[in-house]
């Protein structure tokens, strides 16, 4: 059965840090890009961030670069999201993604809110 359980979303003020972490389960890990997506109310899901199954350079969105880190642990099966600098507009319920050739799973989400 396959999991994504993600953590470590909460409340945080603007300029404030949060790590996410993502715990996956029931498939081989190595082999799947993984990545973090984003959805705030009313908006479409977006792309945060993704991180190569091999070697390779990670990606992000215009609107975190330079502020939010993504990386993996293939030996536990973990990714993660140090989202730093944090701002309003970050405010969103964030997904953890599994992505191969054929497959593509989701986590249920983890609210993430920025406000002073």
């Known amino acids: 059965q396959v999991q994504l359980v993600e953590s470590g979303g909460g409340l945080m003020q603007p300029g404030g840090s949060l790590r996410l972490s993502c715990a996956a389960s029931?498939?081989?890990?190595?082999?799947?890009?993984m990545s973090w997506y984003r959805q705030a109310p009313g908006n479409e899901r977006e792309l945060v961030a993704a991180i190569p199954a091999t070697i390779g350079i990670a990606d992000y969105a215009d609107s975190v670069k330079g502020r939010f880190t993504i990386s993996r642990d293939n030996g536990k099966n973990t990714v993660s999201l140090q989202m730093d600098r944090l701002k309003p507009e970050d405010t969103a319920v964030y997904y953890c993604s599994a992505r191969a050739l054929f497959s593509h799973y989701w986590g249920q989400g983890t609210q993430v809110t920025v406000s002073s």
């Open positions: 029931g498939f081989t890990f190595s082999n799947y890009e």
